[in-house]
């Protein structure tokens, strides 16, 4: 499965909202009724970290800034209000067959 | 608090050995897959494998089979990434995570939740 994210880079004044765009080649819908998408953010230096599973649901302590919605091929994640700390490269993962990551879209602050 | 503790940076020659380690702590190791992911240099992420508790339960992403090999000792709750003859092209930045969950019999998996800091690897003549 084909991941792939739109924008590749995004400038953000801190306080100012940001949405990031996934895409599958095919339907991440699992006869289970769940869909296995997730993001993730890598800050510079670090490893990734887990910000949303299953969509929309957000891991253990991540603010609540960070929300995802989507469905099917279509995957949408969104931050209200960015603070200097999100920036980074965000990557969208599916689970379905069985683990590929998007390219990367690359956040900086204005 | 879950911790995976890797193994230092390595900088090899083409053609040597390599075997880099994955520590876990403050879980149950034995009841938890560890998958490892590779970072080219300014690149993405691509999975490579992940291991059962040292079982011979090993599944390879079709790109790394043959190419690397995954094992674990679970003594130690550790597990291990190895080489038998690296190329310039293995040079990367290796992660080991944490399968959140995996349901083997019915093929279904979660996402990986912790990872380690990564080992970065260098190999140049």
């Known amino acids: 499965i084909v991941m792939t994210q739109t924008p590749l880079s995004l400038s953000v004044t801190p306080g100012q909202p940001a949405s990031i765009s996934c895409k599958s080649s095919?339907?991440?819908?699992?006869?289970?009724?769940?869909?296995?998408l997730y993001w993730y953010l890598q800050k510079p230096g670090q490893p990734p970290q887990l910000l949303i599973y299953?969509?929309?649901s957000r891991f253990s302590g991540v603010p609540d800034r960070f929300s995802g919605s989507g469905s099917g091929t279509d995957f949408t994640l969104k931050i209200s209000r960015v603070e200097a700390e999100d920036v980074g490269v965000y990557y969208c993962?599916?689970?379905?067959?069985?683990?590929?990551f998007g390219q990367g879209t690359k956040v900086e602050i204005k | 608090e879950v911790r995976l503790v890797q193994s230092g940076a390595e900088v090899k020659k083409p053609g040597e050995s390599l075997k880099i380690s994955c520590k876990g702590s403050?879980?149950?190791?034995?009841?938890?897959?560890i998958g490892w992911v590779r970072q080219m240099p300014g690149k993405g992420l691509e999975w490579m494998g992940i291991?059962?508790?040292?079982?011979?339960?090993?599944r390879y992403s079709p790109s790394f089979q043959g190419q690397v090999t995954i094992s674990a000792d679970k003594s130690i709750s550790t597990a291990y990434l190895q080489w038998s003859s690296l190329k310039a092209s293995d040079t990367a930045m290796y992660y080991c995570?944490?399968?959140?969950?995996?349901?083997?019999?019915?093929?279904?998996?979660?996402?990986?939740?912790?990872w380690g800091p990564g080992t970065m690897v260098t190999v140049s003549s």
């Open positions: 299953e969509v929309s």
């Open positions: 095919q339907s991440l819908l699992h006869s289970d009724g769940k869909t296995y």
């Open positions: 993962m599916q689970s379905l067959q069985p683990w590929t």
């Open positions: 291991i059962y508790r040292g079982d011979s339960d090993i």
């Open positions: 403050g879980y149950s190791f034995i009841n938890y897959w």
């Open positions: 995570a944490r399968v959140h969950w995996y349901d083997s019999s019915r093929d279904k998996r979660g996402p990986f939740d912790f």
